[in-house]
């Protein structure tokens, strides 16, 4: 079993870069297919996108070019779960993106795993 501890807020961080390394790589519907909680969602401009619809999702999106997670903060919720906000800075080409985020992770079977993820206007 595997608690919260003073590393949360770089376990928080980590997770949430390999989420985005994914997406970087064309497998973020793999990458949330696998890691999302079963009634896990992503809240995103214009929908709400469920586990079942991650790779969908992910496989019609314009690629994502790079990304910028900046003044990340970690709220503790209890022993097995937390929430990671941050402001978000992404290019699709020469499309800048900009959202502030929150991701709820929570520790389950084993690993931490998403149960959502909101993203709203700056």
Request: glycine share 10%.
């Amino acid at each position: 079993m595997t608690a919260i501890t003073d590393d949360l807020p770089a376990r928080l961080l980590h997770e949430e870069h390999e989420g985005w390394q994914a997406i970087l790589a064309g497998r973020g519907g793999d990458y949330y297919r696998r890691t999302m909680t079963a009634d896990g969602l992503l809240i995103l401009p214009g929908g709400i996108v469920t586990r079942d619809e991650a790779m969908a999702f992910f496989k019609e999106m314009p690629a994502i070019t790079s990304y910028q997670l900046r003044a990340p903060a970690v709220v503790r919720l209890n022993d097995h779960a937390g929430v990671l906000v941050y402001r978000l800075l992404a290019h699709r080409g020469d499309e800048v993106i900009e959202a502030n985020a929150a991701t709820t992770y929570v520790f389950a079977d084993g690993g931490w795993c998403v149960a959502a993820h909101q993203q709203t206007a700056p």
